[in-house]
């Protein structure tokens, strides 16, 4: 398709396109200009390059980007240093095998997630916030979440659903962030997997009736870990109750495990806060 054809095309789902441009003429003249120098390779680049021009707009201030990537960058230290130090301790909490394995894995996620927040703050001028001091007993709360390998499991749940829900109560902080959000969106998905696979894990172990999902805001562990998991009941979106909708025989529980909820920034401190040693 020539670019003269995609013009046209675009124009008439948005007729105010021209207008949100420097001039039509204009942009058919950039696209001229560019003649037998711009290759089939170069054409994407070139589109991106002209459709950021018609549709662009201002992103969130700096200052909250940079506030945002540092609070997901915190609780990416938590969870690298949590699986970090479950990996030093080998066999002796978690057994040989896949279960080794798959604690590697997700520890080596999260400190993928460590490098790219780092790079992407400083990149843009940041300045990365420090690793905290962590205590992973949570004040004595988890007095053996290093030797006792239901513990440690129980913990891992609860650190791998939170982050996927502090991902999703800020993700619309970053509308228009271009990339970054796109990143935010990766590492979220990617934390669900990590939380699903944890909740598994238990689960083979009689360790929790736990599901790879949340049923209302039922969490498996017990009140202790209950913040993590008030709001996950809801049953309503955009308004509409998801219960028995259409007609059809759909449950409160089933409602509620179709839809995960966001955590506050606030609320997600105030979870995280008991492991950050004073």
Known sequence: MQFNNIIREIQQVDPEMTERMSTRRK?????????????????????????????????PAQGAVMEILNYALTLEYLEAAFYEAAIAKGTALVPAGAPAMAIKTIGDHE??????????????????????QFDFT???????????????LAVAQTFEDTGVRAYKGRAAELVNGGDLLTAALNIHSVEARHAAHI???RKANSFGDVKPWITGKDSGIGAVVQASYDGEELTTQAGVNIVNIGGQNISAAAASEAFDEGLTKDQVLAIVSPFIAQ
Not at 35 to 59: D, E, N, R, V
Not at 144 to 150: E, I, K, P, R
Request: charged letters at 10%; aromatic letters at 10%.
């Open 111 to 132: 400190t993928a997630h460590v490098a790219f927040l780092r790079s992407a703050i400083m990149s843009s001028g940041g300045t990365p916030v420090n690793k905290p």
């Open 27 to 59: 942009a058919m003249k950039e696209i001229a200009g560019m003649g037998a120098k711009l290759t089939l390779a170069a054409m994407p680049l070139f589109l991106g390059s002209l459709l950021k021009k018609a549709y662009g707009q201002s992103g």
């Open 199 to 201: 909740r598994q894990m």
């Open 138 to 152: 949570a004040g004595g709360t988890f007095p053996d979440v290093f030797t006792n390998y239901g513990t440690f």
